[in-house]
């Protein structure tokens, strides 16, 4: 049972650097203001879940799901 802990603890290490580097590479949500002007109308702002930017939202909220979980599981005395 240690190497099954052990194993998850590297798991909710990798997990959380990986949360927190996603979250860095994220634009702030400032970049958005363009909307007030009618800029929502764009390419970009048609296709943002095919984006980059869509593609980190989607990455931030599996990453944020697994460290909920994992954190739970390490929670548990097994």
């Not at 909710?12 to 109308?41: N, P, R, Y």
């Not at 990455?59 to 460290?67: D, E, N, R, V």
């Amino acid at each position: 049972m240690e190497i099954l802990r052990t194993v998850i603890n590297i798991l909710f290490i990798l997990d959380c650097i990986a949360l927190t580097v996603i979250v860095l590479m994220q634009e702030g949500k400032s970049a958005g203001l363009g909307a007030i002007a009618g800029a929502a109308d764009t390419y970009w702002g048609k296709n943002k879940g095919r984006s980059m930017e869509g593609a980190l939202v989607k990455s931030t909220k599996f990453l944020a799901i697994a460290f909920i979980v994992i954190s739970i599981v390490l929670n548990l005395n097994f």
